[in-house]
């Protein structure tokens, strides 16, 4: 199985919403990646989690808060956020030893906010 | 500061010909550069890794150079189809498996 799968495809929320985007994948990764990508952009990384701790945070504001809570599943927590926060939200994960590097990527979560 | 550019935000080409897609790349020394694919909407795909110090690796009608004397890779597709046409994204990572910086990408379209 190299699947990951991220619920929901399509989510819209208002500024002051809370909601949670969910990942999982079922490869045995250890290391776990949030990406974020706005129309036309390569994805930027939000988060890195390995071996179920976050490593990297890549400055990202705290009305985005990732959880990890086992080897298979990555959640990402929304609150509060912003117009411009609207993107394509995609989940990766990665092997930590061996073949480095290859990136396995969910189909994302199309984020609107209003 | 960092920075991975590909050289055209578009290319087209006439089926059955090669694609060369480039990826350029300053203040950086990446142990290792891959290629993914991405269609409208989806999550990018790996296609390709290439190490530091492997000149060249090929898959099927694929094929990466590495050059890092000219901070450069050539991604070619061979025999193109309209099935090849994406967006081409290259990514670097200076070691580890944790931080890897995208491209700006390459949307090709292969015309029939």
């Known amino acids: 199985d190299t699947e990951v799968t991220q619920t929901p495809k399509h989510l819209v929320m208002g500024m002051t919403n809370k909601k949670s985007l969910k990942c999982e994948q079922h490869m045995g990764h250890r290391a776990m990646y949030w990406y974020k990508q706005k129309a036309k952009k390569p994805p930027e990384l939000m988060f890195v989690y390995s071996y179920e701790k976050l490593s990297i945070n890549e400055s990202v504001p705290s009305r985005f808060s990732p959880e990890c809570p086992n080897s298979s599943l990555l959640n990402l927590h929304l609150h509060a956020l912003q117009p411009e926060d609207s993107a394509l939200y995609l989940c990766?994960?990665?092997?930590?030893?061996?073949?480095?590097?290859?990136?396995?990527f969910g189909p994302g979560t199309r984020l609107t906010v209003t | 500061s960092q920075k991975i550019e590909q050289n055209s935000e578009a290319l087209n080409i006439q089926e059955g010909k090669t694609a060369t897609l480039t990826c350029n790349y300053t203040n950086y020394s990446p142990a290792y550069l891959q290629w993914y694919r991405q269609d409208p909407g989806r999550g990018p795909v790996f296609l390709l890794l290439?190490?530091?110090?492997?000149k060249e690796k090929r898959k099927e009608r694929l094929k990466v150079t590495f050059d890092t004397t000219l901070k450069q890779s050539l991604f070619h597709i061979t025999a193109s189809q309209p099935a090849d046409s994406a967006t081409y994204l290259c990514a670097l990572s200076s070691g580890g498996y944790q931080k890897v910086t995208f491209g700006t990408g390459t949307k090709l379209q292969v015309i029939p």
């Open positions: 290439i190490r530091e110090n492997e």
């Open positions: 990766a994960s990665s092997r930590i030893s061996g073949r480095l590097g290859e990136q396995y």
